[in-house]
């Protein structure tokens, strides 16, 4: 167990920098996870961290001690990886034995470790089994058991869950933090799935182009993106963004997005805009944020009507799409509350989750 | 219109069907008629030389025979002829040793140079990976007059050890490709696992890298055996006395004496040597397959 630290972490690759000048502090057990979009850096920064790729500049440390030069080997870590790369002439015993075996442990001590992971990851049957015989959810069982039994400072998954079909994955992410609670350890998880980020994380690393974007807890990245790449990025649906001008409105502010919408702004934010008044903005909002009326006919001027272009039933809710000013939006709806394709549906945004971005910097104001 | 749906399908299906069969039925037959004309073709020179080898001298020498059959009844003199008064053994013997020494020094070489130039990432290792395999395509009609000037100076000319030298420059750049191949399609993580495992690069390769590849270990070292087994351009250059000759050359040298050829023995001598070729690959096909395919259908 020990905290990561990342200063001024540069990779590049000839003329490319993959990973641009980052700083990242990891406390102890903390579970972080690095999620970005294919290219953000993630997996390159998790491979600076487990030494698999050297790093062109900057320094690593976990524990306190710089592992710059460190090999692999030497830096105390466990890496799950995505296509399992369990040994495949080995039992899974044999594969969860092997680092410890290379590492010199007594025969009792390597059976009474891989037996305890075992029973952690309920693969106790499966141990005389080799990765052939073994499921996808079996062998990523067997790959985090070769992890813990070394109990590493650091575990490091590299999109363990990727391989896995989708209720699968919805099991092993459960698993994986049902693990962790029990072993705590300080963990970073890469992976470019928002849910999973948000499910699993203690905090988030969002990544882009080779830089975080924002370090914080899924509520903080969820409710306060700092930028328009971490609002349109976390959440699923992604965020609807539309440009608009924002207008004084008697005492108070309003969003003017078209002819037929302008949304008020809530007035403890009028302050935090008031600087911006008159210019060109982005304006974002949640597809959760913007459904059916719900203030049984009172008007707070929140209410526009559209006309649907597709509809997606869900079950427990209805996906509704359709243009504002040509720009598609999404909402989330109640499922007796759509109409059909075509309809015209009135709609409520709930503007307490506004937010409002400068389209030149991208950040959010 | 569930009715309609099924009605109209279930009318142009059978016929469909039926013309499916039929003209699988014929591709079937086809597939038996060519396989077994190739059969044919590939297994009258073997059956030609089983026949000659279990016939008497005196039946080979009645021109007024069909060669094609036994007459005068099977006998084994030939093979005991072969065996008691002739240097046979002896040539046997000192193929066996060439070969154990040939398979054994290619496949550390090969290995350990694929290992170097298929995984580990250096300056210049695709260039040096495509001109080992250059090197192979000379041929050892070229390269037999040189070698002879390294075998004759480092004096092992007319001696089978000499051979021991000269074979690997065969074998090891063919068998090298092959692993570099093998060693190619089997996933990064694994080497990246084992790293992290805490093993050395030494250890990576026995204990991971050759036990996962053993079926293109086994396909490398099925050629080496078989050019070993099978060479005939250098032994006929570099040896000269029976007592270091190997199986191939000796066969052919002391069993033809001028324009005199003594067939029964000649045929039973290479269906000996053949013995051990075809043992080999009867056991091992499946892994030879799977050794040269491996780069093709691996990613």
């Known amino acids: ?75 105390d870590i466990a890496m799950v990886f995505q296509n399992y790369a369990l040994y495949p002439h080995m039992t899974a015993f044999d594969n969860m ?54 109990n590493p400072k650091v575990f490091l998954f590299d999109e363990p869950l990727s391989n896995l079909d989708a209720k699968l994955r919805v099991q092993m992410r459960t698993e994986i933090k049902r693990v962790h609670q029990k072993v705590k350890t300080t963990t970073v998880y890469v992976t470019h799935d928002q849910v999973e980020a948000m499910t ?77 008044v008159g210019k060109e903005l982005v304006l974002g909002l949640r597809p959760e944020h913007i459904t059916e009326p719900r203030h049984n006919g009172r008007t707070d001027g929140c209410d526009f009507e559209v006309t649907l272009d597709v509809v997606e039933p869900m079950g427990m809710e209805t996906m509704v799409f359709y243009t504002i000013k040509g720009t598609e939006f999404c909402s989330r709806v109640e499922p007796s509350s759509a109409g059909d394709a075509g309809a015209k549906m009135r709609l409520h945004a709930n503007v307490d989750h506004m937010h409002l971005i400068d389209p030149a910097s991208g950040t959010v104001i | 219109m569930s009715t309609a749906t099924l009605a109209v399908p279930a009318g142009k299906t059978a016929p469909a069907r039926s013309s499916l069969r039929r003209s699988r039925r014929w591709a079937l037959f086809a597939s038996y008629f060519f396989l077994i004309l190739f059969a044919i073709f590939f297994l009258m ?28 009844g099977v006998t084994l003199d030939q093979f005991r002829i072969l065996l ?102 089997i996933p990064k993580e694994l080497d990246e696992a084992a790293l992290i495992d805490g093993a050395g690069h030494m250890q990576m390769l026995l204990k991971i890298f050759v036990p996962v590849a053993l079926p293109g270990i086994i396909a490398a070292m099925i050629f080496a055996f078989t050019v070993s087994w ?32 003594k067939w029964g023995m000649l045929m039973a001598g290479a269906l000996v040597a053949a013995a051990p070729p075809l043992v080999i690959y009867a056991f091992l096909m499946d892994y030879y397959i799977a050794g040269l395919t491996a780069g093709a259908t691996k990613g």
């Open chain 1, 97 to 150: 034995a092997f680092g410890l075996k290379l590492r010199k442990f007594s025969k009792a001590e390597i059976k009474q470790r891989v037996e305890h992971a075992a029973r952690i990851l309920d693969i106790t049957e499966l141990l005389d089994r080799r990765p052939k015989a073994l499921s996808g959810g079996q062998r990523q069982r067997v790959a985090m058991g070769r992890a813990i039994v070394r």
């Open chain 1, 200 to 276: 699993l994380a203690d905090r988030v690393v969002v990544m882009n182009q080779g830089r975080i974007e924002q370090i914080g807890t899924p509520h903080e990245l969820y409710h306060h993106p700092r930028t328009r790449f971490v609002a349109g990025f976390i959440g699923s649906p992604a965020m609807n963004f539309i440009p608009c001008r924002l207008e004084q409105a008697g005492s108070g502010l309003r969003t003017h997005v078209s002819d037929t919408i302008a949304l008020p702004v809530p007035s403890d934010r009028e302050a935090r805009y008031r600087a911006v």
């Open chain 2, 45 to 72: 020179p073997p059956y030609y030389m089983v026949v000659t080898a279990l016939k008497s001298d005196a039946e080979m020498a009645r021109l007024a025979t069909n060669p094609w059959f036994i007459f005068d």
């Open chain 2, 230 to 261: 099978a060479a005939f351009v250098y032994p006929m250059a570099f040896l000269y006395s029976s007592d270091q000759q190997v199986l191939t050359v000796g066969t052919v040298t002391s069993l033809i004496r001028g324009d005199v050829y």
């Open chain 1, 1 to 75: 167990m020990a905290e990561v630290a990342l200063r001024q972490v540069v990779k590049k690759y000839g003329d490319v920098e993959a990973v641009r000048t980052i700083d990242l502090d990891i406390p102890n057990n903390e579970f972080v996870v690095l999620v970005g979009p294919s290219g953000c850096g993630k997996s390159t920064t998790l491979r600076m961290i487990a030494g698999l790729e050297e790093i062109t500049s900057g320094d690593i440390s976990i524990g306190g001690q710089v592992v710059n030069d460190l090999p692999p080997k030497d830096r």
């Open chain 2, 84 to 185: 008691t008064q002739t240097d046979f053994l002896i040539f046997f013997k000192n193929t066996v040793i060439v070969t154990v020494c040939v398979v054994a020094i290619t496949m550390v070489v090969s290995v350990l140079a694929a290992f170097a130039l298929g995984r580990m990432r250096f300056w210049g290792s695709s260039i040096l990976a495509t001109g080992i395999f250059l090197t192979y395509l000379v041929p050892d009609t070229l390269l037999f007059i040189p070698m002879f000037q390294i075998v004759r100076s480092i004096g092992l000319l007319n001696s089978y050890w000499g051979m021991v030298l000269v074979y690997p420059t065969l074998t090891v750049p063919f068998c090298t490709w092959i692993m570099i191949g093998y060693f190619q399609s």
